[in-house]
């Protein structure tokens, strides 16, 4: 999927490339809500927070959005009072644009920790942005979040939900840095959906931990995650009443929708992981909890020598037993079993010999495989999705800067 | 420090090339107590655990040992109970040459996970080993117990403690897989000390906690890791007391030095995992408690952005403050600041120029330095030591099967 996303109606999109990158592609975008929009946010965990974060997190509150500016190439992060004032100012640059309040607007931004916006760059770009809003340039703020990205990242999904006939269209960035718990990960999805406030929020929480809280590039979480959702209402054409509940009224047809667009996002952020040459689904069953399957299933993902074999294609369930049993919850050593893509390799604790990690070999040189892991307590079980480590990643990461 | 390491009244040792290495280097060693020593040991947290480590444990708690035998080239872990008769038909054969029983006979192995030991040809090379001990064999049991270590770890200490003069000698394995709570790392401790049994336990947890347990390479601990101190009592020659307590006759003064030989080969660790190229101590300080401080250094040590920046020689602040702040405990952004081998980079959680970042970057081209990190909360501290992150160790990991 590229240039070609299928509008939604109430919104507008655009991009520029302002300056804030050297390279000149796309650094800024907008997206403008025609009217204003129900909106629910979903921002980093982490203690150190950037100045979009900072601001947007207040703002996202009150649950109405009329606008959302994007930059990347600079993430406002460690910046103090000034990175502050600097969102600020732009917000309210694109506030009076739209004719609204600065406190309508959000913002995100992605890209070097620690130095300020070239906001007088980014000032004179604004009007620009502005004047190319059109209803099909959701392709181009796409690109305009990418930073070491290698893809934009889009999903769609479409359906009925209750008397609405709901699309719902999302782009995302994410490439380093990437664990759960939202690390330096962009997501934005908007909706023609009619949905009340309350229930937009829980549903975004709960779309996102199944899906952006899943994955895992690197382990690191970052300062500058956000996940904002957008319904305009426009596909409530009938006077009816709003989604209400996750249990009524096709609110759980508009949860699955949310997750269908989600899930493809955060799988294309790990395939996108810098350096990643593989796509690994983590499978935890026989935990003592799905709490406790989860742990399981990160210490494998974060593990440095799981992933460091899943770039050399090695079946090394050695391993993956020892990411496991390090995850500080109950395991049985002597009742773990191991499958990969479907081949079981380790049975009660043990190797099943050469044969069988030859034909899980064959299956790890693919772009996309699972590996299941029974940890042989109880019936927890969590899914995450993580990428190899490569000598690329490295050659990224040791450089980005420089 | 190579194969000129002091003797130890009471020790002897031995190696030879069995031919559990395919490339026919030595693979496996004994330290011999001529009579029965005092012994101390520490274990691997993994609940994973390998066999030479489920016999071992149960046999060190009884405090006294006659031997050690070690062997590379393979974990024997994940072998289930077959691996753990291998350990006890192997301790047994030892056993019996030195006319002593299996319980006086610890094992530590190291290597690669699921596979057998061969044990027909390990059980030939015990008479061998047998024959070969001898007081200066120390060096050459180092070298035995080597996998992807590019040098040998030795340490030596010597002193007054009470009115015994001791001499401590250790030696360690480890390279990839070494993070806190003793991870792929095997060390071994030897001294003429006379020390009361409990006091030895205490003193050996203790020094292992300040310094073993303090280092980061990949984050990933392992099934094998084990440290046994073992004390011949030979520096008592005057029919004195043994060591007792920390507070007197020398206690402090023996655990002294006990850290001063288990902190170089914990130090020798890190400048050896795999593809390292910069030793990095981190100290955390401003925190709530000690215990925050060392949950923040080790989020610093662990994560990988850093240590690909540490490999880049980037003094990338914000990579700093961004491990510092998930590490879910207290630290205050807008107070925190950061200094790059005395150099100040950071204050008050903003960045204080190109100039600083400059400096910074000339002393992070060295093989070692120092990070220091004040997170502004309370009065909290805690070192951890960690290396840089390199292509080389993704080369080493991806490929240490094939």
New interface residues.
């Given amino acids: 999927m590229s240039g070609t996303l299928p509008f939604v109606r109430g919104f507008e999109f655009s991009a520029v490339a302002a300056g804030i990158k050297k390279s000149g592609a796309l650094d800024m975008g907008l997206i403008h809500c025609e009217a204003s929009a129900t909106s629910a946010a979903v921002f980093t965990?982490?203690?150190?927070?950037a100045a979009p974060v900072v601001v947007s997190e207040v703002r996202a509150k009150k649950g109405r959005c009329r606008a959302v500016l994007a930059n990347s190439g600079n993430?406002n992060?460690?910046?103090?009072e000034?990175g502050v004032r600097d969102v600020e100012t732009l917000t309210a640059a694109v506030a009076r644009g739209i004719g609204d309040e600065p406190a309508g607007v959000l913002m995100a931004s992605t890209g070097?920790?620690?130095?300020r916006l070239p906001v007088d760059v980014m000032m004179r770009a604004v009007p620009e942005l502005l004047l190319r809003r059109r209803a099909d340039g959701a392709g181009d703020f796409a690109r305009s979040i990418m930073t070491t990205d290698k893809f934009e990242k889009v999903a769609v999904a479409e359906g009925r939900v209750g008397r609405q006939d709901v699309r719902i269209v999302g782009c995302a960035k994410g490439a380093?840095?990437i664990a759960p718990?939202m690390a330096t990960m962009l997501g934005f999805v908007w909706t023609d959906a009619d949905v009340d406030n309350l229930f937009l929020r829980e549903a975004t929480a709960a779309a996102t931990d199944a899906t952006f809280n899943r994955i895992v590039v690197?382990?690191?979480?970052?300062?500058n995650d956000m996940v904002v959702v957008l319904a305009s209402g426009r596909a409530n054409g009938h006077g009816g009443s709003p989604l209400r509940e996750s249990g009524r009224g096709g609110g759980a047809a508009f949860e699955e929708l949310l997750r269908r667009v989600m899930m493809p996002l955060a799988k294309a952020i790990v395939k996108d992981g810098e350096g990643a040459t593989h796509v690994v689904e983590i499978r935890v069953e026989g935990a003592a909890s799905d709490k406790d399957a989860r742990l399981i299933a990160r210490r494998i993902a974060?593990?440095?020598?799981v992933k460091?074999?899943f770039?050399?294609c090695?079946p090394?369930?050695?391993?993956l037993?020892?990411?496991?049993?390090?995850a500080g919850v109950?395991?049985r050593?002597?009742g773990?079993a191991i499958k990969v893509g479907g081949v079981a390799i380790?049975k009660?604790?043990?190797?099943l010999g050469k044969e069988r990690e030859s034909e899980a070999k064959a299956i790890m040189r693919g772009a996309e495989y699972v590996v299941e892991v029974d940890v042989g307590v109880g019936k927890g079980r969590a899914e995450v999705v993580t990428c190899d480590?490569?000598?690329e990643?490295?050659?990224i990461?040791?450089?980005?800067?420089?």
């Fill in positions: 965990q982490n203690l150190v927070r993430a992060a460690c910046t103090g000034d070097v920790i620690g130095e380093g840095m718990n690197d382990g690191d979480t970052s300062t974060e593990s440095p020598l460091t074999a770039h050399g090695d090394n369930w050695g391993r037993l020892a990411a496991a049993g390090r109950p395991v050593p002597d773990m380790v009660r604790g043990v190797g480590f490569s000598e990643y490295v050659r990461n040791g450089s980005y800067r420089s």
